[in-house]
T-cell receptor, first 113, second 112 residues
Framework: KAGVTQTPRYLIKTRGQQVTLSCSPI?????VSWYQQTPGQGLQFLFE???????NKGNFPGRFSGRQFSNSRSEMNVSTLELGDSALYLC????????????FGNGTRLTVT | QKEVEQDPGPLSVPEGAIVSLNCTYS??????FMWYRQYSRKGPELLMY????GNKEDGRFTAQVDKSSKYISLFIRDSQPSDSATYLC????????????FGTGTRLTIIP
């Protein structure tokens, strides 16, 4: 069974640009969550989508947005990039029910210069 | 004060030793407890998933949860160099909305 796939693995962008990250969940999983990982803050929850609807959102500015498609694949968009957005962005999928653990992809490493 | 506290280490132990990793938490709403292992340049990999207080064993790994003390532990027996990684504890309330709160991670090195 294929795991969670994130593309691209690495991205380098300039301040002010925007970026779109992609995530394909494990087959059968309907929930996709996004997390930001930095050395200083650790893993922080961005948002979660279930059946194309955003079900929960973390404390990030509106520049961070996402969407989910009917095949459960998800994209995350960051607009007007700032230096502080440099991080590892992790996608996780699950069945989206209580007692269903998250399975993470290997992330997209975003560097903003 | 953070909701989840985890000693960041680094922790270095000789091969074959028993490793103890710990997290404390303050939010009594947390009901699900997880341990993830993260190798360099990889995403977190789920190791253990527990709900109730007590012990859960899987091979060389034992997860322990004490809800009354708000304390969880991961024990690794017969540690191997391949166990060298960062270990993250994570917790979730009884919401089913996939919002995990993570500890900062403990960096573990097993010395051959």
């Amino acid at each position: 069974k294929a795991g969670v796939t994130q593309t691209p693995r690495y991205l380098i962008k300039t301040r002010g640009q925007q970026v779109t990250l992609s995530c394909s969940p494990i087959s059968g999983h309907r929930s996709v969550s996004w997390y930001q990982q930095t050395p200083g803050q650790g893993l922080q929850f961005l948002f979660e989508y279930f059946s194309e609807t955003q079900r929960n959102k973390g404390n990030f500015p509106g520049r961070f947005s996402g969407r989910q498609f009917s095949n459960s694949r998800s994209e995350m968009n960051v607009s007007t990039l700032e230096l502080g957005d440099s991080a590892l962005y992790l996608c996780a999928s699950s069945f989206g029910q209580k007692n269903s653990p998250l399975h993470f992809g290997n992330g997209t490493r975003l560097t903003v210069t | 004060q953070k909701e989840v506290e985890q000693d960041p280490g680094p922790l270095s132990v000789p091969e074959g030793a028993i490793v103890s990793l710990n997290c404390t938490y303050s939010n009594s709403a947390f009901q699900y407890f997880m341990w993830y292992r993260q190798y360099s340049r990889k995403g977190p990999e789920l190791l253990m998933y527990t709900y109730s207080s007590g012990n859960k064993e899987d091979g060389r790994f034992t997860a322990q949860v004490d809800k009354s003390s708000k304390y969880i532990s991961l024990f690794i027996r017969d540690s191997q160099p391949s166990d060298s990684a960062t270990y993250l504890c994570a917790m979730e309330g009884d919401f089913g909305n996939e919002k995990l709160t993570f500890g900062t991670g403990t960096r573990l090195t097993i010395i051959p």
